[in-house]
């Protein structure tokens, strides 16, 4: 069993930015895949970025080149969130345990944080 914990929402500006932290309960996750996904009111659970264990990393077209997913240490991973606008507005969770297919899928992850909301006003 995998406890994950999400950190680090709250409210920001349209163009600001966030950081989120995403904790597990055992650091032997340092070595294996973990994402984030996000899902707003009335949408679907999308992926946003992952961290694979080779070190590659993947994000969501909506989110390249505005979010950093990174390692922190042995069993923290963030997501660093700039230029953030109001479409990026939902409830953000931390993901491991990969079955493998795509990462996208959040059917694919087998352990999920609680979820931290982030919100983005204009």
């Known amino acids: 069993q995998v406890r994950l914990v999400e950190s680090g929402g709250g409210s920001a500006q349209a163009g600001g930015s966030l950081r989120l932290s995403c904790v597990a309960s055992?650091?032997?996750?340092?070595?294996?895949?973990l994402a984030w996904f996000r899902q707003a009111p009335g949408k679907e659970r999308e992926g946003v970025a992952v961290l694979r264990t080779d070190g590659t990393t993947d994000y969501a077209d909506s989110v390249k080149g505005r979010f950093t997913i990174s390692q922190d240490n042995t069993n923290t991973v963030s997501l660093q969130m700039n230029s953030l606008n109001p479409e990026d507005t939902a409830m953000y969770y931390c993901?491991?345990?990969?079955?493998?297919?795509?990462?996208?899928?959040?059917?694919?992850?087998?352990?999920w944080g609680q979820g931290t909301q982030v919100t983005v006003s204009s």
């Open positions: 055992v650091n032997t996750y340092r070595r294996k895949s």
């Open positions: 993901a491991a345990e990969f079955y493998g297919g795509s990462w996208s899928n959040p059917n694919q992850w087998g352990y």
